[in-house]
């Protein structure tokens, strides 16, 4: 962020504030438009809340994986709607790559996987379970 660096002058941090400020209103508008979409439909703000209520999630992630994949109804497990956005492992076996890793096959909706990057490095970092599990 070039505001807080030091070496600024006070022009062109007025300027910088001068362009910014109206992308924050902007921001700002957005974002009361989704709560109050959220305010208008209990069932999806119920599912917003439960997803908040996950570590690692917060209301805009929330927000954002309900507006990014389809309704949860539709999947048949857990595993489908984790194929739906690209998170399942994809083995590669050819030659003598037989014991390779698997890799995530990122065939889903890529704006999913990247709501969901921040939020995974979190709960590595601070869940005892997340990390025994990638652990093995």
Not at 12 to 24: D, G, H
Request: hydrophobic share 40%; aromatic share 6%.
């Amino acid at each position: 962020n070039r505001l807080t660096d030091g070496r600024l002058t006070p022009a062109v941090r007025a300027s910088w504030e001068q362009v910014v400020a109206p992308l924050n209103q902007q921001i700002a508008q957005i974002k009361q438009q989704i709560d109050q979409h959220f305010d208008h439909h209990p069932r999806l703000k119920q599912q917003r809340d439960w997803l908040d209520s996950l570590p690692g999630i917060g209301p805009d992630t929330a927000a954002r994986l309900l507006g990014e994949m389809p309704h949860l109804a539709q999947f048949a497990s857990a595993r489908t709607a984790a194929a739906c956005t690209g998170l399942t492992p994809q083995r590669q076996q050819s030659g003598t790559s037989l014991h390779a890793p698997g890799r995530l096959s990122k065939l889903g909706n890529a704006r999913v996987r990247h709501a969901l990057y921040f939020p995974a490095l979190t709960a590595l970092r601070c869940n005892p379970a997340f990390q025994a599990f990638a652990a093995r």
